[in-house]
């Protein structure tokens, strides 16, 4: 039974799946790289069985979590993506085998921003953080326009004070 | 008004701090390798020379380079020797006020006050290191003038338009400071303190230390070969020995105890509570009822034996180190009596009875959930396979920790109670500690629901808050009802507009700020 929370509706990019598939590759070919030079280098210099043997483990478990997380997982995870805002929330709700609703209420938000790294900026894509006064939310992957309006509107409901008590 | 300095007492205090702070390199240099003639040693001592002086110098300076000016509703502070800086920080961002007797201060009949605000890095406090008490009084009636004001002011404004429920409240005459007490301990109270936290097992370090330093310079060893072998030959000396132990570290952690315990004092008035501890080192904090964004009750399995809790406020400034655990109310209080205190202190929140209990598949989700810990032990276990006298083998072990898991599990289950109503919220939850945490939904600053793929299966979900603090508090209850999640995800989106008029009302001059 799934918990009934109303969804908000903005849905993320579809570039996403492309963007998150390219950088879990990267991620974890940098890993494989650093696990199999451990092993060469351990077979080289006679390092302990018990060492080799947690090594091509761990280098295994990468390998199976590159499949995941390179084919499977990015795009549940754009499907499931979910972001909006009303008068007084704002609401977010995402997660492949866990989903998570997040709520935060626009008199409590302090800042939002807009970040955009080499791989994002390659697909004309803008993560956007929103911050309260304990944490930051992130939505990942909006595209230019959507970005740019989502944050106005989110600075105009939050009406960003100068005063916090 | 005039700019002021701190009391010259901040002088002593800082040369006090520099005298701590080097005097292990002074001995090294000048004792320890007094008669060494070394390059190293020699620059050495040159350089530890101009460091001491250019500090003095620095200490003098910036004692004399230091001046602060209390405004109507600011206070206004300068430092800094070469490149001036200035700060101005209002009152109303003032969170919490404490203050801080250490014994050399109090030498000089002077102590420390900081003034915490909400905001992050090395601007977060004001401190006045070293104040008269008198002054410190003067800074805090400062504080509350300015309060005083505000609400006359709001008094005025809302006297004209607003005919609701806080206004009647606001046109009575201006309350006068009248200080409640709440609590302060008996000798009881201190005996039961002491026994419960234990203290007297610090006796064991602190012989530890001296015995290992009285090592240093007499061969106790051998000596103390004889002396046991003296002990032990006979079960009058040896059981004598360990009463005279016993009876020593009961004392030691009685007069230890006292003297964090002793005078404590819980007292509030109308906008703050007024916590004070401490025989030698005084220690005390204000906290404004408003800020206080949370209470959480804990109840150690000791205390849950003896029917104690100590009741805790999670407020927004933050607190120095040894400052933390200041905001509890007495540690050691009757569970109905931490409850009552709490009600009594924060008209704002209110205890609530008769909670949820999980329902069966919450405990089923908990049963089924992957025993992470437990299997990675255990796979420990099975390589390293422990070989100890007394140990048992490893599958007994491993079996062990497999019952404890699930054991805690259960109990777990068995406490973990809810409760949404009204404003309020209210979640316990633990297995053996157990902790009960209350708040408000003006308070809670986020609100989040989680389902998990396990979770979904059984209908049940995740719920979780987080209030202002230092760093954020964050909790979080498992594997409530769907219904319930959803009932708390509506208690917390579908604030009714009266709600939110309510937490404006809150602050009067908020509102009053915007207008001007």
């Known amino acids: 039974m799934e918990v009934d929370i109303r969804e908000p509706e903005g849905r993320i990019s579809k570039k996403a799946v492309t963007v998150w598939r390219l950088s879990n590759s990267i991620r974890h070919g940098i890993m494989l790289l650093v696990f199999a030079g451990l092993i060469i280098a351990g077979n080289r210099f006679g390092w302990w069985d018990w060492a080799m043997t947690v090594l091509w483990i761990l280098g295994?478990?990468?390998?199976?979590?590159?499949?995941?997380?390179?084919?499977?997982?990015?795009?549940?995870?754009?499907?499931?993506?979910?972001?909006?805002?009303?008068?007084?929330?704002?609401?977010?709700?995402?997660?492949?085998?866990?989903?998570?609703?997040?709520?935060?209420p626009m008199t409590k938000v302090q800042y939002v921003g807009l970040e955009q790294g080499p791989l994002l900026r390659k697909f004309g894509l803008y993560t956007l953080t929103v911050g309260t006064m304990g944490s930051n939310h992130s939505i990942p992957a909006l595209p230019e326009q959507e970005a740019k309006e989502f944050r106005n509107r989110i600075s105009?409901?939050?009406r960003i004070r100068e005063e916090d008590e | 008004m005039e700019n002021r300095r701190m009391h010259p007492g901040r002088i002593v205090l800082s040369l006090y701090e520099l005298i701590k702070n080097s005097a292990?390199?002074?001995?090294?240099?000048?004792?320890?390798?007094?008669?060494?003639?070394?390059?190293?040693?020699?620059a050495g001592r040159w350089i530890f020379i101009a460091a001491i002086s250019i500090s003095i110098l620095n200490i003098v300076l910036s004692w004399w380079r230091t001046t602060y000016r209390l405004e109507s509703d600011s206070v206004q502070i300068d430092s800094g020797v070469f490149s001036r800086k200035h700060r101005n920080v209002p009152f109303r961002r003032v969170q919490n006020v404490n203050r801080q007797v250490p014994a050399v201060l109090r030498l000089f009949g002077l102590t420390s006050l900081t003034l915490e605000t909400g905001a992050d890095g090395e601007d977060a406090s004001v401190k006045f290191p070293a104040v008269t008490?008198?002054?410190?009084?003067?800074?805090?009636?400062?504080?509350?003038?300015?309060?005083?004001?505000?609400?006359?002011?709001?008094?005025?404004?809302?006297?004209?338009?607003?005919?609701?429920?806080?206004?009647?409240?606001i046109q009575e005459p201006l309350p006068e400071k009248v200080r409640t007490i709440h609590f302060t301990p008996e000798l009881k109270d201190v005996l039961k303190a002491s026994f419960l936290s234990f203290s007297f097992i610090a006796l064991i370090p602190v012989l530890a230390t001296v015995y290992s330093n009285i090592d240093d310079f007499i061969d106790i060893e051998s000596r103390a070969e004889g002396f046991l072998s003296f002990l032990t030959g006979s079960g009058v000396v040896l059981g004598i020995t360990i009463a005279l132990f016993a009876v020593a570290a009961i004392?030691?952690?009685?007069?230890?105890?006292?003297?964090?315990?002793?005078?404590?004092?819980?007292?509030?008035?109308?906008?703050?509570?007024?916590?004070?501890?401490?025989v030698l080192t005084e220690q005390s904090l204000s906290v404004r009822k408003k800020n206080v964004q949370a209470v959480q009750i804990t109840e150690t399995p000791l205390k849950r034996l003896l029917g104690l809790a100590e009741a805790k406020l999670v407020t927004v400034g933050s607190f120095e180190d040894n400052l933390e655990d200041i905001s509890s109310l007495y540690p050691f209080l009757q569970k109905q009596r931490a409850v009552e205190l709490v009600g009594e202190l924060l008209p704002d929140i209110e205890v609530l009875d008769g909670m949820e209990r999980l329902?069966?598949?919450?405990?089923?989700?908990?049963?089924?959930?992957?025993?992470?810990?437990?299997?990675?032990?255990?796979?420990?276990?099975?390589?390293?396979?422990?070989?100890?006298p007394f140990v048992p083998d490893w599958p007994l072990l491993a079996a062990a920790l497999f019952a404890f898991t699930y054991l805690l599990r259960y109990f777990d289950y068995r406490n973990t109670r809810y409760a949404i109503r009204g404003p309020f919220v209210q979640f316990r939850k633990g297995g053996l500690w157990r902790e009960t945490f209350l708040s408000r939904r003006e308070k809670v600053i986020e609100a989040a629901v989680s389902q998990s793929w396990l979770q979904k299966r059984f209908g049940v979900a995740t719920i979780g808050t987080t209030n202002r603090a230092k760093p954020v508090h964050v909790e979080e209850l498992k594997d409530l009802p769907g219904a319930a999640a959803e009932q708390f995800d509506r208690w917390y989106t579908e604030r009714k507009p009266e709600l939110i008029r309510a937490d404006g009302e809150a602050e009067p001059w908020k509102t009053l700020q915007s207008e001007s």
């Open chain 2, 359 to 388: 329902p069966k598949a919450g405990l089923t989700v908990r049963m089924l959930r992957f025993p992470f810990i437990a299997v990675i032990a255990t796979v420990a276990l099975f390589f390293w396979r422990p070989d100890f």
């Open chain 2, 24 to 42: 292990i390199v002074f001995i090294f240099l000048f004792v320890l390798r007094g008669g060494s003639d070394a390059v190293w040693v020699v």
């Open chain 2, 251 to 278: 004392a030691f952690g009685i007069i230890r105890t006292y003297l964090k315990y002793g005078r404590y004092e819980i007292s509030s008035d109308d906008e703050r509570i007024y916590i004070r501890r401490g």
């Open chain 1, 60 to 104: 295994g478990l990468t390998i199976l979590s590159a499949v995941y997380s390179i084919f499977i997982e990015p795009v549940i995870l754009q499907r499931t993506w979910r972001y909006g805002a009303d008068e007084e929330f704002v609401k977010l709700r995402h997660g492949v085998i866990t989903v998570q609703h997040q709520t935060v």
């Open chain 1, 156 to 158: 105009r409901l939050a």
């Open chain 2, 133 to 169: 008490k008198a002054e410190a009084a003067r800074i805090e009636e400062a504080l509350d003038g300015y309060r005083r004001e505000r609400m006359m002011a709001a008094q005025t404004v809302t006297g004209a338009e607003s005919m609701e429920g806080e206004a009647s409240e």
